[in-house]
């Protein structure tokens, strides 16, 4: 056996096997030779998604190109490629991805699998972009599945947390490559909020990030823009501030008592605005090297403001040395299955905690908090859901473990976590 942990370190495992198959040889023999396979990209999720006492494989030397559509609305991408790998690849053919998240080390399918998402209130989550998938099944075959080929096994595989098979290729919607112009400011939390609806609709991609002892936000912007020299990397204007904010949390770690002050400082500090440019799938991504752990509910539009406010207002209630800020974004409604946002319109709060700091605790105060709003959890991010919560929340949840059932019925792309999760 040989160990394995996820990014944060919170979730460890001891498999049989870590194996990175490189054809679907290797791979079928692999999966037929295993009683209990997961599939492992990054590790960016907090939650067991990956933790297995047997085989686990990460599909990043897995052989295969991107094949591009003769009308360019579409691709086949390897399934184990990060999103950086992947999106470094569409640019030099001319192509971006529609959206995507702040942090680009995930595999395209753990992205796919679990629902990440960006923002935009138009814009739906990584799983809405994905159209057809090539899977090996637990007999060791690759079945090919979308709207018109095994139409049951798509649309439960489009978000499936890797209970069907292994994705292999997965078909996408991409765009013609475009550039971003992200803009950074501060602005009072008020403002925004009474403003809300009207700067959602000003761009493209719009966030803000609140700490719960401060009053002003970290206002965030994305908007397509033509630069005259495209081939020249993203300029930033302003200074980098992890470093800062790496000593603040360390100094909040040993003295929690400092978090209110040392936060209302940091904000203070802020520069009033920076802007940068570039390619697309070089200003969507940010720089996460300070580990957090970190829990993320999908609320009802409207709920969303009242519930961050809620939120913000337990926490200084109850002086809780929370050194993160909340991170609050909008994301279109879908008809997936076993989505978040699949009853319409959401607003996202992610809800973190420094690593080195007690987490496990105030993270029961927050989920009750985000429950209360009509919240639904990102799957890879913290929660406690239940098997009777999850048929609750998700009324075609039968549908998608009738399908899981005829294609794995022995159970051989579930663990622990997920067994308990759906009841199985």
Known sequence: MTGWSNWSGSVAASPRLIARPRNAGELASLVAQASKVRVVGAGHSFMPLCETSDLLLNLTDYEGAVEIAPDRKTVWAPAGWSLKRLTAALWAQGLSLINQGDINPQSLAGAISTGTHGTGAELGSLSTQACGFRLMTADGAIVEC??????ELYEAQRLSLGLLGVAVEIRIHVVPAYHLEERVERRPLAEVAERLDELAAATRHMEFFVFPYSDDVIFKTLHPVEIEEPGQPAREIGEDSEATFKTICDICAAVPILTPPLQRLMMRMMGKSSRRAGPAHEIFPSERNIRFEEMEYELPRAAGLPTLRAAIAHIRKRRLPITFP???????????WMSPFNAGPGASISFHQYAKMPWRLV??????????GAGRPHW???HTLTTADVHRLYPRAGNFLKV???WDPTGKFANTHLTQLFGL
């Open 146 to 151: 979308g709207p018109d080929q095994h139409p």
């Open 326 to 336: 909340f991170e609050f974004r909008l994301a279109a409604g879908d008809d997936i």
């Open 363 to 372: 993270f029961a105060e927050m989920e009750t908090v985000l429950r209360d």
């Open 380 to 382: 890879a991010k913290r």
């Open 404 to 406: 899981r059932q005829a």
